[in-house]
C-alpha cells in the first residue's frame, strides 16, 4: 500500500517536471510503474506510452494556441517515427523470446533485457540534461529540410520510443534544430506533438496485444496530467533551466541502480 502511494505521487511528479522543464519527466513513469506499482516491463512501456502521449498532446495544444508548432516538420518527422513505432509495438516487441541469453549461471529475460536497454537510454537522456546545449539562433523564416535524414532520425526514435515507451524529446529536439534549422524554441513546441502522435499511434499496437486496466491507466495519466498544470503554474516562481542539470543527475543515478538492481536480482 505503502509504495503505491509512492506510485500515484510519482505520476504527480512526472507532471510536475514535465511542466517545469517541458520534457524529461516521462522517462520516469516506466520505473515508477515497475519498481513502485509492480507493472510487468512489457506493459509498463505500453503504459508509459499512452501517458507521455496524453500529457505530450496537453503541452502540444498549449504551444498550439501560442503558434508556436511548426505543422511541417512535425509531419515529416512523425509519419516515419508513428509507423517505427506502431510497428515495434505491435509486432517487434511480442516477438521478442522471453529468454534472450545467459551469462555463466545468469540468465537474462526479455523483462531484464527491457529494462537494461531502457537504463541505457536513461543514461543518455540524462546526459543531454546536463550538459548545456547552446542553440544557434536560426530565423523564423528560414526551414531548410535534410529529407533523408528527419525520415532516417524518425525511424531511429520510433523504434527506440516502441521499446522503452519514452517520449525520446532529447534525441528529437537536436534533430529538429540540426536537421530541419528550427529555432530552438518551435524546436521544443514541435517536438512535443510528434511525441504526442508517435506515443498514441504507438499505444494503439498494444491494444491488440496486451489486457490494459484501464481504470489504473486513466488514474494514473490523470494525475500526472493534473502534474503539468501544477509545474506550469510553479514554473512562474521557478525557473525550469535551473531544475534541468539536477534532474539529469537523479535521471543518471535511476539508470544507474536500474542497471544494478536487474543484474543483481
Known amino acids: 500500500m505503502t509504495t503505491e502511494i509512492f506510485g500515484y505521487l510519482g505520476a504527480l511528479i512526472i507532471g510536475i517536471v514535465l511542466g517545469l522543464i517541458g520534457g524529461g519527466g516521462s522517462i520516469l513513469t516506466v520505473p515508477i510503474l515497475v519498481y513502485l506499482l509492480f507493472v510487468n516491463p512489457v506493459t509498463a512501456t505500453a503504459y508509459s506510452l499512452f501517458v ?14 501560442k503558434g508556436l508548432v511548426d505543422f511541417r516538420t512535425a509531419i515529416v518527422f512523425a509519419i516515419p517515427a508513428f509507423i517505427a513505432v506502431y510497428a515495434t509495438r505491435r509486432y517487434l516487441v511480442p516477438a521478442i523470446p522471453d529468454e534472450l541469453f545467459s551469462i555463466s549461471d545468469f540468465l537474462v529475460t526479455k ?9 541505457i537510454i536513461m543514461l543518455v537522456a540524462s546526459i543531454s540534461m546536463i550538459k548545456e546545449r547552446k542553440a544557434k539562433a536560426v530565423a523564423d523564416a528560414v526551414v531548410v529540410f535534410n529529407y533523408p535524414l528527419i525520415v532516417t532520425e524518425g525511424l531511429i526514435v520510433g523504434v527506440i520510443t516502441g521499446i522503452v515507451g519514452a517520449g525520446g524529446g532529447f534525441l528529437i529536439i537536436p534533430a529538429l534544430v540540426l536537421l530541419a534549422k528550427l529555432p530552438m524554441k518551435k524546436a521544443v513546441a514541435t517536438s512535443l506533438l510528434i511525441i504526442a502522435i508517435k506515443s498514441l499511434i504507438g499505444f494503439i499496437g498494444d491494444v491488440e496485444n496486451l489486457d490494459i486496466d484501464w481504470t489504473f491507466l486513466l488514474t494514473f495519466t490523470g494525475i500526472s496530467v493534473v502534474g503539468i498544470f501544477l509545474g506550469i503554474y510553479l514554473s512562474n516562481f521557478i525557473e525550469g533551466k535551473k531544475l534541468k542539470k539536477g534532474f539529469g543527475w537523479f535521471v543518471l543515478i535511476m539508470a544507474v541502480y536500474i542497471i544494478y538492481k536487474e543484474l543483481t536480482m
Open 52 to 65: 507521455v502521449g496524453v500529457s505530450s498532446l496537453v503541452g502540444a495544444i498549449r504551444n498550439i494556441q
Open 111 to 119: 523483462n531484464i533485457g527491457i529494462m537494461i536497454f531502457f537504463a
